[in-house]
């Protein structure tokens, strides 16, 4: 087992951390505030190739592989959590594209979102349903050599990008849902207002109407009723990104928190010379170490394209969420009051953490895939 990082690897690292460091971290608060994130990060976050790390120069990616996708968004999303979670979406739209799609949907849809002109969205989730797939009441129908698609989908992310996005539609005539790309603001598609949500700010979910949207055979991805096997396959990319998100606000979360207790004094003295103040800091530090590994193995693992990842992910992604939760809360404890106040940065990634446990699914959702797996 080597947990060397290759010299590559430890280059995309230290040039997402340098671009996250001159020009995320400095309008962190903003974004948060004004929740927009300014274009020229996601192309600039392009130009750099760490959009498209995972996949082959054909596409547009720089082929750098999961691993490096992993360390490069730990840095974006240590900066800013908006940010990280557009890289994280954009990353899960496109890994379907990549299994799943033909040569010619590969060329068509990929390079812009690699080069972040386009982000991809990914659209499971309805008013009826989050978790289960036989619920959906989006559906397409045949017509001719066409199909129409009408339906709702709620909470999807990036949905006001150009771009392609991943649809999930009941298919009268397969047993099991069908996957689309929909080339998103194409006739009959329309937005609510985005939802106005606690964290992740700057990247929005909004909820998506295709009234009588027209799609052609080569809007297809896979076989008609794969949707369901599609979905479970490519949202493991998404734990991936998220367990990468959760590992940056974490390792942010556990720094900011030793400066304050060296910086911050009591009677004179800091307050990291309390022995609670200690042990916190400790704790804090042994998660994020566990959560660090886990994650990177993930990516390993996705490099590997081993097939016990989808399980893996579930599993990474259901701890990272509670890890950095409870990261997260101490973090708040250590900065006393000032931790939950808007212009300390505490806040905003305790607000931003309570969302991992609930995106790419829940907790609950994970432990039933990892039980699955256990007791088969
Ligand atoms: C910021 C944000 C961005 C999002 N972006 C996207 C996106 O881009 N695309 C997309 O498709 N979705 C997106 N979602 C939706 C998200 O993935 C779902 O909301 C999530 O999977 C939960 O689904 P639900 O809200 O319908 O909850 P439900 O599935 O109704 O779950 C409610 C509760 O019931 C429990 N539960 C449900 N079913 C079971 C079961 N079978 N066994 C045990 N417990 C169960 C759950 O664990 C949970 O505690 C986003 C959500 C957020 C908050």
């Not at 608060?29 to 130009?47: A, K, S």
């Not at 590969?106 to 002109?117: I, L, R, S, T």
């Not at 009941?170 to 598609?189: H, L, M, Q, R, T």
């Not at 004179?268 to 400790?282: C, L, N, Y």
Request: with cysteine; proline share 3%; aromatic share 10%.
């Amino acid at each position: 087992m080597d947990f060397n990082l290759t010299d590559e690897q430890k280059l995309i690292q230290q040039t997402a951390h340098e671009f996250a460091n001159t020009h995320i971290e400095p309008i962190a608060f903003q974004i948060d505030r004004e929740n927009e994130i300014p274009p020229e990060i996601l192309t600039g976050l392009g130009e750099l190739g760490i959009l498209g790390l995972c996949y082959p120069e054909a596409y547009g990616g720089s082929g750098a592989g999961f691993l490096a996708f992993v360390l490069a968004n730990e840095q974006i999303a240590k900066a800013s959590s908006g940010v990280g979670m557009v890289c994280s979406v954009n990353n899960l739209g496109m890994s379907a594209i990549y299994n799943r799609g033909t040569e010619e949907q590969k060329k068509q849809w990929m390079p812009a979102c690699c080069a972040g002109a386009h982000m991809a969205s990914f659209a499971f989730t309805e008013p009826n349903t989050g978790s289960d797939p036989k619920m959906l009441a989006t559906a397409v129908t045949r017509q001719g050599d066409k199909y129409i698609l009408n339906g709702c989908k709620r909470f999807i992310s990036l949905a006001d990008y150009k771009g392609p996005m991943i649809v999930f539609a009941a298919d009268a005539e397969a047993e099991n849902p069908s996957a689309f790309i929909v080339d998103k603001f194409c006739p009959g598609y329309q937005l609510d207002e985005s939802w106005d949500k606690i964290g992740n700010r700057g990247c929005h979910a909004y909820d998506v109407y295709f009234k009588d949207v027209e799609l052609t055979a080569d809007q297809l991805l896979g076989k008609r009723g794969e949707g369901f096997n599609i979905l479970l396959e490519n949202i493991a990319y998404g734990k991936m990104g998220m367990s990468a998100e959760a590992l940056g606000h974490a390792q942010e979360a556990l720094d900011l928190s030793i400066k304050y207790a060296r910086e911050k004094t009591n009677r004179d003295k800091p307050i990291a010379r309390f022995e609670s103040m200690q042990m916190r800091i400790a704790a804090m530090g042994i998660k994020v170490e566990a959560m660090r590994w886990l994650t990177y193995h993930l990516g390993f693992q996705a490099d590997q394209k081993s097939r016990r990842f989808a399980v893996e992910a579930a599993m990474t992604k259901e701890y990272m969420a509670e890890a950095l939760v409870d990261v997260a809360r101490e973090a708040v404890q250590a900065h006393g009051s000032y931790g939950v106040m808007r212009d300390f940065k505490v806040e905003m990634i305790f607000r931003d953490a309570i969302i991992c446990e609930i995106i790419e699914g829940t907790k609950d959702l994970q432990r039933r895939i990892a039980a699955g797996y256990l007791l088969r």
